[in-house]
């Protein structure tokens, strides 16, 4: 077994300094579309290729719903001009209904938090993407964030997939389930507004219609780091994003 | 015997004189038009005289029915598809089940969302969708069913209880699921146990059912490719691979050299992190912490890698029809090569550990058996089947985008046991490192994408080796360029089916890694 030992002390420390500093390595994050200060008929026919309906002309030139960015990369590829791209992936929001526990929360769950990751039917990148966070680069481990698998022992739930008519009995349970103060933390386009998939015969809008949210996190995959700053979010580390692109 | 197409037709004629209608169609591919109560028959025929694999069942409803059944053999053999059709009002048609167990959830997946009645099949009923969420006879996939629009539910029943197989004294079933772990999407376990031991194990699947098939239709083609590439995102380039073969095939398109080459090597890479991957699962699933580290941070590096490569972790958005959406830089392509082979000398040294610590293989060897005959009679595929010695593997069978003019090994081992399932994980990971070293070397230069062709209409099936083994994609556009059929058959479909040779009479603790060693998804089973 020492040779085990050996090879993880030769590996050395991989670990991300994020959230202590920010993390610029290569590969983190494919980034979102920003607010791009464009008119006229380039910007129509750029609004014109977005799928979801994420982009649409307005006061500042092209506007971005990030919610509804499902990383086509349509507005980016075979375009004379392009849209301004921001790289970084600290993306979470909080939603209107945040306040609902006086952000209580925050105080409580200051040193350590655990996590019930519920799969609602999504296409397995953004599971595969909380996946990671248990990986030597993220290592959530070290900012006290545990998964567990019980409902009972959760404080906050990550819930990715546009919730599958097969899933949502499951989700609410598991909800009801949570003791208070507990926090939702919705990650991915199809958790946000059904992404690519819903609203179907099978599949629904998004994880609000099923449960209350507070937190939403965008993207298609969203990245890990931008996974791990909304549960930085919603135990009350972190500030959420801003604007809304 | 070995029959290219023109033969291959010639002799269903002989041999079902008058009954059959049968014909080259092109160079690859035979058809064989005949009654329903003939199907069994030359299915048997195909599958067991002449070696061929059951590719799959497409159901399509268009007036009268008509059902496909895909068989695939080597190189010269082609495919054969077997048409049998259905006057609108008929829905009953002999099972082929019993005699072809790869065909089994097929017919109960075409019973359960088209309602066909396949005659002589032993278990219809629950299946893609739960008896205890819908209604009955819904039947979703028929044309006149409208799937954007939400539709009435049975109050859902938390008492319904799946039936029990095993009926053995001191016998009693432990449920595990939907939501149990955090690493594997959702699925529903019935161990049957008596004492210690698992007498077997029934997947309950479908909660990530999305019902792509079906919101596919009516659709474009751009819209589809983007559900194409949403079937499952850890093998997203391959689904979207066949997705666009198919529709090229509709649309008489032949992509430039570059854009094959630059197919071969993404896919290359998509494989090897998703056998990365595997094995990281393996290791973690035994308890062998710091190798499972170890693998992790190569899964890792690989999805940087692809991201700063093709502006995706998954490769969304990379794939068109007639090529690629965008080039790719042949230096980023370069340092790409370079990264992959350096992280091949710490993958083989990861594989050498661990084939000397005993404490760990003692875990995998012996465990979750799968026999060659087994394998082969309910058409397993992929990494899975050729672990257990059924080496069939499409890039080599039918060839496409050039893996013909490639050198590489399709690695084949036979116990069919855990550690073979490892072993063979990293001698196909070394295998796509050759390949994406060869391919990255040599980047033929010019266009990346063909011109766009005049709106198709037509059907065709596209297919490729995706990394747990053959996805195929059966496409049929009318007019407009809008989607009438979409058809997805995953590897995942065929090997979830097949998992229950591999979890009979085992020991509890060792379910876990059963299970890893089969890398299996949900999301690409449930779709
Ligand atoms: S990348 Fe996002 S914003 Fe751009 S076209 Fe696609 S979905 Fe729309």
Redesign the interface.
Known sequence: MSQWVVKGLRTGVKTTNYPRLPDTAPGLSCGLPATTDLRGEHAQALVARCPTGALSVGRRGIEVDQRRCIHCLRCRRGVNQQLAWEARYEWARVTDKSNRHDNRFGAAFRRSAHILVVDAGDCGACLNEVKQLNNPYYNMHRLGFFLTPTPRHADVMLVVGAVTEHMRLALRKAYDAMPTPKRVVAAGACALFGGVFGPSFTCGGGVAQAVPVDVEVPGNPPPPLAILHGLLVAAGQRQPASSCG | MFFEPGQMATQARTRWHGQVHAERHDDRTSRIECPPHVVPEVCSWLFYELGLSFGGLIVEQAGQWTLRYLFYGEREQGWVHMIARLPAEQTKLPSISALIHAADWHEREAEDLFGLVFEGHPRLGDFVL?ND??QENLN?MRRA???????A?RE?D?NWRPRQIVHEEGSFVMPIG??????T??VHFLLETVGEDVIRAQPRL???????E??AEGRSV??VL??AE?????S?FAHSFAFCQAVERIAGIEPPPRALALRVFIAELERLRHHV?AIEGICESTG?A??A??A??M??EL??????LT????F???NAVGGL??DLDDSAVRRATEQVSELGARLSELEE?LS??S?FLDRLEEVGDVSATDALEFGLVGPVARASGVARDLRTAQPYSGYDRLTFEVPRESEGDGYARLRLFFREAAQSIRIIEATGAALPSGPFRAPAAAAPSGAALGWVEAPRGAALHWISLGDNNVVERYRIVTPSFANWHGFRLAAERFAFQDFPIILATFAL????NDR
């Open positions: 739960h969420v819908w979703p069913f409208d799937g954007r629009k939400p539709v539910h859902p938390a939907p939501i149990y772990s955090s690493a999407g959702p479908f909660y990530t059912y999305r019902g792509l079906k919101i751009e819209d983007l559900i949403r079937i499952s995102g850890t997203a991957a062998l710091v190798a580290a170890q992790a941070i899964e890792e999805l940087r890698i692809s991201a700063v502006g995706h972790r998954y969304f958005g990379l959406a965008a550990m000397i610590s404490s998804s949900v999301h690409e």
